[in-house]
C-alpha cells in the first residue's frame, strides 16, 4: 500500500543543456517523485536521480507543482517557449494523479504559458485531460506517447507489475486519435527486455496493434539499460521467476551475478542491439510507421535551426541504430539547435564552419536545406 507524503521542492523545471533528441525536449518536470506501478526494468530506480528507497510505495508529492511552475515561468527572462517532457522519472498518470492533480496543475500553467508539451505515460488517466491537451495541440504542439513493451498481459504483470493493461494502453493511442485533431500520439516501445520482450511475435503484434491503433509512430530502444541499484532489483526478480535467464543475461551484459551488486554493462553487447534494430527498421517499413516522432517548430529565429537539426538528429538516430558512427550528425544537429541567432544568418556570413561538428559534409546539407 502506498503512502503519499507532500513536499516543497526549491525547483520544479529541469533546464536541459542539450534537447533531447528521442523525445525532443528542452525542459522536464516531475509531479510527483517515485512511481507506483513499479516496474521491475524502471531505470529511476539508479542512484544517480536520489529517490526514494521504496520507490514504488513512498510516493513524494511536490507540493504547489502548478504555482511554483506558473512563477518559474512567469519570471523567466532567460527561457524560451520549448518542448517541456512531463513525467520522466515518475509516471505522470499514476494513481496519486487522481488525488492530487498535479500533472494537470502542470498542463493547466503551460497551457496558458504556450509552452508545448510531450507527455510518456502507461496510463490511461492520461484520457481524463483529453480537452486540455488538444488545447495545448491546437494552440501549439502536444504528444501523447503511450510505453508499450509487451502485448501480453501476463509479461507486462511480471514486467510492469501494477501499470495498466497493454490493451488499455492501445485504447489511449485509439481514443487520441478518435477525440482529438491537435495531439500526435505514438508508442513507446522500449525498452526491450532481451529474451522477454524481443521476441520476434511480440515485435510484430506490438506493430500491428500500434498500426490498428492508428499510432502517428513508434518510438523503438533495444537496449535495456542496468545501472547499479536498477539492475539489481531487475535481476533479482528475473531470478526468481525466470532463473534460467540470469546466465543469458550474464553474457549480454558482461557481468557474474552478485546479488549484493552490479558490475555489467550499462547496455547490452551491440550485436544484440543492431540485430534488434533490424528487425524493428524491417516492421516499421512493413506498417508504414514512422520511427521518429515529428518535432516542434518555433516561430521565431530558432525555426530553420531546428528544422535543420531535426534531419541531422534523425539521421544520427538511423545510424546509431544500425551501430555505426553516428556522432558527428548528432552534435552538429545538437549545436545547430543551440545557437542564440538564425543559422541564415551565419549562412550569410558564409561562417557555417564555425560551428562545432559542421564539417564540409554537414555544411554542404545544410546549405542544400537552405538552398544556398
Ligand atoms: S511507469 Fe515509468 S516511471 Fe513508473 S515505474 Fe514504470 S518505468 Fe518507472
Known amino acids: 500500500m502506498a503512502t503519499y507524503t507532500e513536499k516543497d521542492f526549491k525547483s520544479i523545471l529541469l533546464v536541459r543543456k542539450f534537447i533531447d533528441s528521442w523525445f525532443w525536449e528542452r525542459y522536464a518536470i516531475n509531479p510527483y ?28 508529492i511536490k ?11 512567469t519570471n523567466a527572462r532567460t527561457l524560451l517557449p520549448d518542448v517541456v517532457g512531463v513525467g520522466g522519472t515518475t509516471d505522470p498518470y499514476q494513481p496519486v494523479e487522481t488525488k492530487y492533480e498535479n500533472t494537470r496543475r502542470c498542463l493547466e500553467v503551460l497551457g496558458r504559458h504556450r509552452y508545448p508539451v510531450h507527455i510518456a505515460t502507461k496510463s490511461n488517466l492520461v484520457l481524463r485531460d483529453l480537452d486540455l491537451l488538444e488545447k495545448i495541440g491546437k494552440n501549439n504542439w502536444c504528444t501523447v506517447s503511450t510505453t508499450i513493451t509487451t502485448a501480453d498481459p501476463d509479461m507486462a504483470r511480471f514486467l510492469e507489475t501494477r501499470a495498466p493493461a497493454p490493451e488499455l494502453r492501445f485504447n489511449v493511442i485509439k481514443t487520441i486519435k478518435e477525440k482529438t485533431k491537435h495531439v500526435q500520439t505514438g508508442v513507446l516501445l522500449m525498452p526491450v527486455v532481451p529474451f522477454l520482450s524481443d521476441s520476434d511475435g511480440n515485435l510484430e503484434e506490438l506493430m500491428r496493434a500500434a498500426n490498428e491503433s492508428e499510432a502517428d509512430y513508434v518510438l523503438f530502444g533495444a537496449g535495456m539499460t542496468m545501472r547499479d541499484l536498477q539492475a539489481k532489483w531487475f535481476l533479482k526478480h528475473l531470478k526468481e521467476k525466470y532463473p534460467e535467464l540470469v546466465q543469458k543475461y550474464e553474457e549480454l551484459y558482461h557481468f557474474k551475478y552478485n546479488p549484493e551488486s552490479y558490475a555489467g554493462t550499462y547496455e547490452p553487447d551491440s550485436s544484440y542491439s543492431i540485430k534488434i534494430n533490424e528487425k524493428f527498421l524491417a516492421l516499421s517499413k512493413k506498417y508504414n510507421l514512422p520511427y521518429r516522432a515529428k518535432r516542434w517548430i ?5 525555426k530553420e535551426n531546428y528544422i535543420i537539426a531535426e534531419k541531422l538528429l534523425n539521421e544520427a538516430y538511423l545510424i546509431q541504430m544500425r551501430g555505426k558512427q553516428w556522432s558527428n550528425s548528432f552534435w552538429a544537429g545538437q549545436n545547430i539547435q543551440n545557437l542564440r541567432e538564425s543559422i541564415c544568418d551565419i549562412a550569410k556570413r558564409n561562417e557555417l564552419s564555425e560551428i562545432r561538428n559542421v564539417n564540409g559534409k554537414v555544411e554542404s546539407f545544410i546549405k542544400e536545406q537552405l538552398r544556398i
Open 63 to 73: 507540493k504547489n507543482a502548478g504555482e511554483m511552475l506558473d512563477k518559474r515561468l
Open 33 to 60: 517523485n517515485g512511481c507506483q506501478f513499479g516496474c521491475i526494468y524502471c531505470d529511476s530506480r539508479s542512484q544517480k536521480y536520489y529517490l526514494p528507497t521504496d520507490f514504488e510505495n513512498d510516493i513524494i
Open 298 to 302: 518555433p516561430n521565431d529565429y530558432r
